[in-house]
């Protein structure tokens, strides 16, 4: 449905699809009806209530302000949140949610529904035609990751707006609002990927693995990716370590043949404490006292409590999920782990919802598949170490609450790796992996 509202607003400003104000209800405008603006500095005021650079949503035609959206980004992310007192474009969450609101309030539109009266089933809609749509930033159809987020902060909006403005609540009572939501004892389902779509996760064979922290050099981002691949953390697990953690003294040394136990913050905050190979902590450790120490020298700051920090316009800043992501796919690239793609970016084609295809090379792998290779990698140390249930420990390593959930997703990774190398590299990687002294389940 979405796509063809793209279509029509590319025919509208092609001529192709006329609009005026006597146009049938049908009709679609020529732009989008809604757009994002951003607060202007007032001359002489220093403390004005919309920062400078805010975003809020403007109807098009008529420059009327979308007074719900305002209020709920407002006093959602900015009176709750001081660090957002002096607004600059850098805060992703409050870009994010805007867009994603924007996105929201032109598909309304288009459906024509009041924003108070959208219903559950309208929301779900709105998720399914998302899946079908194009990014314009990757020019691929768009993540499960970024449809969720759209639909979470629109649940986000429509949840505060059920505390402060009843007046806005719609006199009937039979559909099922999403303004009058039970959201406290309701929950509605994830958007998930179909099966088609998913793509089976690269294991890592030694010499790529070498290749690509190569590639990275002596960087945070080369140590996060030892992380992932000899511990199994998740990404957003290890941009939340914490440099206390591996701080026991400048010049202290673990046995680099044992483990040593470090807390980890997991999905929903849960804690758990999880093994980090001894020659991994010196590493990290002498870090911590080295690289980490100068930076924050450097830049003269104080209270940084995350393990992982580079420098980013003169100040030293913790590393985020993007920039670990970012460059490992470009290192992955270098390394030659690439595969071709195609793309839908640019312009729209006649008679077609979507830009014209572009073949591009991009990596093969992402940063997850590290986490993915330690798993496996880590069974066949632990099963040719004579270790009857290998998953039982990896279980634990990443953090996975039920056994079902390790062996369902990674059990297929192991049999397709397995497939894939020869019986001699899985005796050398045995031989190598053995080295280290295995921690008991």
Not at 59 to 73: D, K, N, V
Not at 204 to 213: E, H, Y
Not at 279 to 301: C, D, G, H, P
């Amino acid at each position: 449905m979405y796509a063809e509202y793209r279509l029509r607003l590319h025919q509208a400003k092609s001529g192709s699809c006329m609009h005026t104000k006597q146009s049938p209800t049908n009709s679609i405008p020529a732009e989008p009806y809604w757009e994002l603006r951003r607060a202007l500095p007032i001359s002489g005021i220093q403390n004005q209530y919309i920062p400078p650079k805010f975003p809020f949503l403007v109807a098009r035609e008529t420059g009327q302000i979308c007074e719900p959206a305002l209020i709920f980004l407002y006093e959602s992310l900015v009176t709750n949140n001081p660090n957002l007192a002096l607004y600059n474009r850098k805060n992703n969450t409050l870009e994010a949610t805007a867009f994603d609101l924007k996105d929201w309030w032109n598909y309304l539109e288009f459906i024509e529904r009041a924003w108070n009266e959208a219903t559950v089933t309208d929301l779900m809609k709105y998720c399914r035609v998302m899946q079908g749509e194009f990014s314009p930033t990757t020019g691929k159809a768009n993540a499960v990751t970024t449809v969720n987020r759209r639909k979470y902060s629109i649940q986000k909006m429509y949840q505060w707006a059920k505390r402060h403005l009843k007046e806005s609540l719609p006199p009937d009572q039979k559909h099922r609002y999403l303004i009058t939501f039970d959201w406290t004892n309701e929950k509605l389902p994830r958007v998930k990927a179909s099966a088609s779509s998913a793509k089976p996760p690269t294991i890592f064979q030694k010499w790529q693995v070498r290749t690509v922290l190569e590639h990275l050099g002596e960087t945070v981002y080369a140590l996060a990716a030892k992380i992932s691949l000899m511990v199994g953390l998740r990404i957003s697990e290890i941009t939340s370590l914490k440099a206390s953690e591996f701080s026991l003294g400048e010049g202290y040394r673990v046995d680099p043949l044992t483990m040593t136990r470090i807390r980890v913050f997991g999905k929903g905050g849960k804690v758990r404490q999880v093994h980090f190979p001894g020659m991994l902590f010196n590493e990290i450790s002498s870090y911590v006292y080295a690289k980490r120490a100068q930076l924050i020298r450097e830049t003269a700051q104080k209270n940084l409590s995350k393990l992982l920090l580079h420098k980013y316009r003169g100040s030293a800043q913790s590393v985020t999920v993007r920039s670990i992501q970012r460059h490992f796919n470009q290192a992955c690239i270098k390394s030659g782990i690439t595969r071709e793609s195609t793309i839908y970016k640019g312009t729209l084609e006649d008679n077609e919802h979507k830009p014209a295809p572009r073949n591009v090379t991009e990596a093969a792998a992402v940063f997850h598949d590290l986490r993915h290779t330690f798993a496996v990698w880590t069974y066949y140390a632990r099963k040719q170490a004579g270790d009857a249930e290998p998953w039982m420990y990896i279980q634990k390593q990443l953090g996975h609450l039920h056994l079902t959930t390790t062996q369902d997703t990674y059990l297929a990774s192991t049999i397709d790796f397995e497939a894939r190398v020869s019986d001699s590299y899985i005796e050398a990687l045995n031989e190598k992996l053995q080295k280290l002294t295995l921690p008991v389940s």
